[in-house]
C-alpha cells in the first residue's frame, strides 16, 4: 500500500460513454498526477496539479477532462474515447516540491470497445 | 527535452545470479533519479531515490548509483531470486519550467525474468 488509491481498477467502455476516474491520497500531499501507460511505450505524464491548480498539461485531448476538488481527490472525466485511449491510467502524488518522491497509485485499466 | 533509455529491454538469468540494470538520461539538470518496479498488470513500487547530490542509495539486496555528469545510472540486484521477476523502471526527474513540482520522464524498462 502505498497510500494513493485508484478506483475502479478495470473498466470497460464504449466509445459513447462518459465515465470518471478516481485517485484518492492519504499523504498529505499537495501534487497530483495523472500519467498513461500503454503498451509498447513509456509512461506518460498527462496532467499536474499543484496546490489543487493546474499546473501543467501534457497536450492531451480535450475528451480526458482532470478535476482536482481538494487536495487529497484527482478525478479524470473521459467521454467520447476512442480505441487508442486504452491503457493503464496511473495517478500519483507528491509533497510538490522538486526533490521530493512520487508515490503512485495501483492503477485503472481501460479498455474502450 | 529529457530522454530516458534503459537497457538492455529484456534479461532473463537464473536463480542466484548477481545482475545490473542500466538506465541513461540525457539532461543532467535533474532532481533525482528514481526505480520503480512493476509487476503485470500492477501499479508502480517506488524501490529507490537517489537525489542529484547523492551517489548511490541500498535498500537490502538492492543497490542504485548516479553518474550525473555521465547522465547514467544503474541498479544492481544481488543474489536474484524468482519473486524479483518484473519490469523495472528507472525516472529522472528534471526541473519544468517555473513551477516546483519537477517533471518525471520514464525509460521503457528492463523486463526481468529470474528462473528457478
Known amino acids: 500500500e502505498t497510500g494513493v488509491t485508484q478506483t475502479p481498477r478495470h473498466l470497460v467502455m464504449g466509445m459513447t460513454n462518459k465515465k470518471s476516474l478516481k485517485c484518492e491520497q492519504h499523504?498529505?500531499?499537495?501534487?497530483m498526477y495523472w500519467y498513461k501507460q500503454s503498451a509498447k511505450k513509456p509512461l506518460e505524464l498527462m496532467f499536474v496539479?499543484?496546490?489543487?491548480?493546474?499546473?501543467e498539461n501534457n497536450s492531451v485531448p480535450s475528451r480526458f477532462s482532470p478535476e482536482c476538488p481538494n487536495s487529497s481527490h484527482l478525478f479524470l472525466h473521459l467521454h467520447t474515447l476512442q480505441p487508442e485511449d486504452s491503457a493503464l491510467y496511473l495517478c500519483?502524488?507528491?509533497?510538490?516540491?522538486?526533490?521530493?518522491?512520487?508515490?503512485f497509485g495501483p492503477g485503472t485499466r481501460l479498455t474502450v470497445t | 527535452k529529457q530522454e530516458v533509455t534503459q537497457i538492455p529491454a529484456a534479461l532473463s538469468v537464473p536463480e542466484g545470479e548477481n545482475l545490473v540494470l542500466n538506465c541513461s538520461f540525457t539532461?543532467?539538470?535533474?532532481?533525482?533519479l528514481q526505480w520503480f518496479r512493476q509487476d503485470p498488470g500492477k501499479g508502480l513500487t517506488s524501490l529507490l531515490l537517489?537525489?542529484?547530490?547523492?551517489r548511490e542509495q541500498t535498500s537490502g539486496r538492492l543497490n542504485a548509483s548516479l553518474d550525473k555528469s555521465s547522465g547514467r545510472s544503474t541498479l544492481y540486484i544481488a543474489a536474484s531470486q524468482p519473486g524479483d521477476s518484473a519490469t523495472y523502471l528507472c525516472?529522472?526527474?528534471?526541473?519544468?519550467?517555473?513551477?516546483?513540482?519537477?517533471?518525471?520522464?520514464f525509460g521503457q524498462g528492463t523486463i526481468l525474468t529470474v528462473h528457478p
Open positions: 539532461d543532467s539538470a535533474i532532481y533525482n
Open positions: 525516472a529522472a526527474k528534471s526541473f519544468s519550467g517555473g513551477t516546483s513540482y519537477g517533471k518525471l520522464t
Open positions: 499523504l498529505g500531499h499537495n501534487a
Open positions: 500519483a502524488s507528491s509533497q510538490g516540491q522538486g526533490s521530493s518522491e512520487q508515490y
Open positions: 537517489i537525489q542529484s547530490s547523492q
Open positions: 496539479y499543484s496546490l489543487e491548480e493546474r499546473v
